[in-house]
């Protein structure tokens, strides 16, 4: 079972793309981040011929998650407040479109589009400090069932020196600041694991490249997408990968998908992908 995730910054500008790509690659499941559109003009009518069921949470011109999916979708959660009431500012946090999940082949599938911040002294790094600890308690309601969960999404965190081009220059900077780093981590809780990370040690993998600076000419990118597994999960994957060639096309988004393959249920054989 193939599961993404992708940043498409633009759901509206991006749809072909996106359409070639899923047939391609035969993804199973796919979250998009910053679908960027009001549900009534989101495309589903494409991605069901392709025979996906979608669910999506948009808004405006900001924002927007969907999940995308070849397997039944049920029991969707749209905010925070849809699993757990146990934070203060629950309703300022849940008026951005940036989470959404779902039971999806026996595994609770969680979309997530953290915050960027903007910049460590702003009103909006307060909001994203905000929004990280009320994901570490929407996380911990979630896994009181002991559900498998796979998170996904844009996190707008790199997790380490290693998934920045120059990390020098970006120390105590927003997306590699300590106090963000921390947030995730507790957030995480030591149950989810970065699925990449146990596949593609090494440096310079990139997930997002700015448009300005030419920082994909000069290959200076960041790595802020990322797949998180329960153990239950870790244990059946093949590999993980970022599929960097997405980012070369014409008007691309900044992003490139990001992709796990499991062997899910443990038990099943691998189903051939028909459209």
């Known amino acids: 079972m193939l599961v993404a995730t992708w940043n498409v910054n633009s ?26 559109t009001e549900d009534k003009f989101f495309p589903i009518e494409i991605f069901s011929d392709l025979g996906y069921e979608v669910s999506i949470s948009g808004q405006k011109s900001y924002n927007g998650v969907a999940i995308i999916s070849r397997f039944p979708i049920n029991d969707i959660k749209i905010g925070f407040n849809e699993v757990t009431n146990d934070y203060q500012d629950l309703s300022i946090l849940s008026e951005q479109k940036r989470i959404i999940s779902a039971d999806i082949n026996d595994i609770r599938i969680i979309n997530v589009y953290v915050p960027n911040g903007s910049s460590i002294n702003s009103d909006k790094f307060i909001y994203k400090k905000k929004w990280l ?23 707008n965190i790199a997790p380490e020196d290693r998934d920045i081009h120059t990390p020098s220059r970006y ?32 440096e310079k993998n990139w997930s997002w490249w700015d448009y300005r600076h030419s920082a994909w000419e000069r290959d200076k990118g960041w790595r802020i997408d990322h797949i998180y597994l329960t153990e239950d999960i870790l244990s059946c994957a ?38």
């Open 11 to 36: 759901i509206r500008s991006r749809i072909d793309h996106v359409k070639e790509w899923l047939i391609t690659n035969k993804i199973d499941i796919l979250c998009l981040q910053e679908t960027k």
């Open 238 to 275: 093949n590999s993980c990968w970022i599929d960097k060639e997405q980012r070369s096309r014409e008007k691309p988004s900044d992003h490139a998908p990001v992709v796990v393959d499991i062997n899910w249920p443990p038990s099943d054989i691998e189903n051939e992908f028909f459209f």
């Open 171 to 202: 120390e105590e900077s927003i997306m590699a600041s300590s106090k963000e780093r921390e947030l995730l981590k507790d957030a995480l809780g030591g149950e989810l694991e970065d699925v990449f990370r146990i596949f593609e040690p090494g």
């Open 133 to 155: 600890k009320c994901l570490q308690v929407y996380l911990r309601e979630i896994n009181k069932n002991n559900t498998p969960i796979c998170l996904l999404g844009d996190f």
